[in-house]
């Protein structure tokens, strides 16, 4: 089945750009996601790509997908402390449910 | 338009009870998504719901169980509750591929 793994920490300087990679192992995931957790709430939906797209760009998000590594970023502009959270990437599998991988905690230093 | 609804926001159980957490999809959803967020163990696929039926249920014993409405919102049940069943549960819709995720019911089990 899909497997999805993610670097754990990340630590950047305020105003810096962020980097939080993934990497899944099926191919034939169709939908990728990045989700954003706050402490004691819920996942807030940032944004999503099609398999078939190569790049996505929201405001001061970029995803960036390499289909034949099975790579996947989440490029944040211009971070900001309000950023602080742990960021999950997910990819839907052919059963049409999630896999998530264990979430990056990302730290903004003022 | 109102999101994703849980309910209770937190829940306090002893071990053996049983548990109910509700859920009320985005209107015109019909499918809706359990996950559970346990400590150290990430986000866990539970059941998925479409139409009324059960469509798809993850790695979880048959104490977990649930129902979907007429109304498209769900009910995911807990019996015999354990101590590792401490946990968020996260409800989540469905439309065209972005996945919405409610706030969460946090289940303390003591």
């Known amino acids: 089945g899909e497997d999805v793994e993610q670097s754990l920490f990340l630590s950047v300087r305020e105003g810096d750009s962020s980097v939080i990679n993934c990497t899944y192992t099926d191919s034939s995931s169709t939908y990728l996601y990045w989700y954003k957790q706050e402490p004691g709430a819920g996942l807030q939906l940032l944004t999503y790509?099609?398999?078939?797209?190569d790049m996505k760009q929201d405001q001061r998000l970029t995803v960036l997908l390499n289909k034949k590594d099975k790579h996947l970023s989440l490029r944040i502009a211009d971070t900001q402390t309000g950023d602080s959270a742990i960021y999950f990437c997910a990819a839907l599998d052919s059963s049409y449910k999630l896999i998530f991988g264990s979430g990056t905690r990302l730290l903004v230093r003022p | 338009e109102a999101g994703v609804t849980q309910s209770p926001t937190h829940l306090i159980k002893t071990r053996g009870q049983q548990a109910t957490l509700r859920c009320s999809p985005i209107s015109g959803h019909t499918s809706v998504y359990w996950y559970q967020q346990a400590l150290g163990l990430g986000l866990q696929f539970l059941l998925w719901y479409d139409e009324g039926e059960e469509r798809n249920r993850g790695n979880f014993p048959p104490r977990f169980s649930g129902r979907q409405f007429p109304n498209y919102s769900s009910e995911l049940n807990v019996n015999a509750l354990e101590l590792e069943d401490s946990a968020l549960y996260l409800c989540?819709?469905?439309?065209?591929?972005?996945?919405?995720f409610g706030p969460g019911t946090r289940l303390t089990v003591t």
């Open positions: 790509i099609f398999s078939n797209m």
């Open positions: 989540a819709t469905v439309d065209s591929g972005e996945q919405y």
